[in-house]
């Protein structure tokens, strides 16, 4: 069951941000397109300016759906849609939540779609159509309509769901929206999680400790040749340091997590990944509000067939015959880990967090 991966296709098209002033890269769509429905909300008037602020190509659509987005192939379909932002409104539907254990009680979305490229991505299959970045102008009303949620305990709403919001935030300003917003909130609680590193924005921001800040991590190995487009796992620890720093140290105060995944058991991974954590411990080196998520790597038959697709010179690992199925009380089925290579996996992980943070919080495994 221990597969080592092999370096995969990698052609990853990331431009860089200068005229922000910022030494990171930043995603930078080739196009923007905006609904007419967008276009009336004050929000996405705000991203609008932002847009325009950067010279990018703004069109705006005659009608409130998105065409033009196809090409002949998949991976041309994909290459599209991976190189524009469009501005939306989100539908009705959205406004109904769904619980997501074990990460929190409800998600929403301020987008769906991600500007990076990561060769597992869970949102394969996952959403319909090209995978294309859709920015919802109307975020106060989906903010407003999170309080129907809250119960009178704190109650947790992922936002990470169907985006990276870091990824787009200096296109949106979304997420540091959804942080003031629950700053406000006695009992709502902010969760999200990223690949990038551009947090100066929000530093400074009210957030009343009810967000909780994370950064998706992984061994060098899947990091440098599955996770295309994205910040240097180095350059997300220190942003995540940034986060957590006491404000009167230059930082953020917030609380922060780490999320390892997608956990793989490829060659000398005891080795990687201890690696791995000896990064987290040199960047995390002060007591801080600490969480781990740990997440082994899965796949279902449809992922499989689109990550295929959009990613045809891969090397990730998605062979049926290494894996058992589990199922779920929908019908739905995945293929994981069997339950040896599992339990061998996750008694590293937590001996090691126990090791080098004994503090802080394992809040699952799956």
Not at 138 to 147: F, K, S, T
Not at 185 to 191: A, N
Request: some cysteine; glycine content about 6%.
């Amino acid at each position: 069951m221990l597969n080592s991966i092999d370096r995969p296709f990698s052609s990853v098209e990331v431009k860089p941000s200068s005229s922000l002033g910022h030494k990171t890269s930043l995603w930078l769509p080739d196009r923007v397109l905006f609904t007419p429905a967008a276009l009336e909300e004050p929000w996405g008037q705000k991203i609008l300016s932002r847009v325009q602020s950067l010279n990018l190509p703004v069109e705006e659509l005659p009608r409130n759906r998105l065409t033009g987005l196809r090409g002949e192939t998949e991976r041309e379909t994909y290459g599209i849609a991976k190189r524009t932002l469009a501005i939306v409104t989100a539908p009705p539907s959205s406004f109904k939540l769904s619980p997501i254990p074990p990460s929190a009680d409800w998600q929403f979305h301020l987008a769906e779609g991600c500007p990076a490229h990561c060769q597992y991505c869970y949102l394969a299959g996952s959403l319909q159509g090209p995978p294309v970045i859709r920015a919802f102008a109307n975020l106060p009303e989906i903010l407003q309509n999170l309080a129907a949620y809250e119960a009178p305990s704190p109650t947790s709403f992922e936002v990470s769901c169907y985006t990276d919001p870091l990824g787009i935030e200096h296109l949106t300003g979304s997420l540091a929206e959804c942080i003031r917003y629950f700053g406000t909130r006695e009992q709502g609680r902010l969760r999200w999680v990223s690949k990038f590193d551009d947090v100066e924005d929000l530093l400074d921001l009210p957030h009343s400790n009810h967000t909780r800040c994370r950064m998706s991590v992984n061994a060098a190995p899947i990091s440098d040749r599955l996770e295309g487009g994205t910040a240097a796992v180095a350059d997300r620890l220190q942003a995540l340091r940034r986060l957590a720093l006491p404000r009167e140290q230059g930082g953020g105060g917030y609380p922060v997590g780490l999320v390892i995944a997608p956990i793989m058991p490829i060659e000398d991974w005891q080795m990687h990944y201890g690696s791995l954590f000896s990064q987290i411990r040199e960047a995390i080196d002060f007591e801080c509000d600490l969480t781990f998520e740990l997440i082994s790597h899965r796949f279902t038959p449809g992922s499989k067939n689109v990550l295929q697709a959009w990613y045809p010179n891969s090397k990730l690992d998605m062979d049926e015959s290494n894996r058992i199925i589990k199922r779920n009380k929908f019908g739905g089925m995945k293929y994981v880990y069997d339950g040896d290579t599992m339990k061998t996996l996750r008694k590293f992980f937590e001996q090691q967090i126990q090791t080098h943070f004994p503090q802080a919080k394992v809040l699952y495994w799956t």
